[in-house]
C-alpha cells in the first residue's frame, strides 16, 4: 500500500494568501450577489486568504473598509450594486486611503465602465463568471507587487 507521504504532490506550493510573517491576505469582498460573494470567498480561503469582512452594496463597503482599515490587504468591487455602485464607492475609500488595493468585479459588457475604474485608481478588474484561477491570479499579482 502507498502512503499518501510517498506520493510527490505538485500542489505543495504554499498558498498563495499567505504572507510572508505567516498571517493570511485579509479580503473585503463588496457584491450585492450572495452567490457570488460567496464564491469569491471560497475561491478566496481556499488559497490561505481571510474574507475579513462583506458589504452587499457599495455604502456598506465604504464604511466596512473604514472599520477594518488598516487591517485590510485589498477589496473586491463589483460595479453594479444597490445604494452606491462600486465605482462611487471605489472613489470614497480612494479619498479615504489613497493606497487601497481594490479589484473591480464585472460583468462582461462593462468596458467602459471598468476603464472609468481603473483611471480612478482600481489596480485591477476580474470578469464574470468567476474564474477561480484568473481571480487568484490578479489577486495575488496586486498584493506581491
Sequence with gaps: MIAKSDISNINDKP???????GTSYRVLVVDDSMFIAKQL????????FE???TAADGAAGVEKYKELYPNID????????PVMDGVSALEK????DKDAKVIMVSAL???????KSLLLGAKSYIV???DRKKVLERVVSILKH
Excluded: H, N
Design 128 to 130: 464574470k463568471p468567476l
Design 74 to 81: 485589498l477589496v473586491t468591487m463589483d460595479i453594479t450594486m
Design 51 to 53: 474574507v475579513a469582512g
Design 41 to 48: 470567498g471560497q475561491i478566496l480561503t481556499s488559497d490561505g
Design 109 to 115: 459588457g462593462k468596458e467602459d465602465v471598468v476603464k
Design 15 to 21: 498558498p498563495e494568501g499567505i504572507k510572508p510573517d
Design 93 to 96: 475609500i480612494l479619498e479615504f
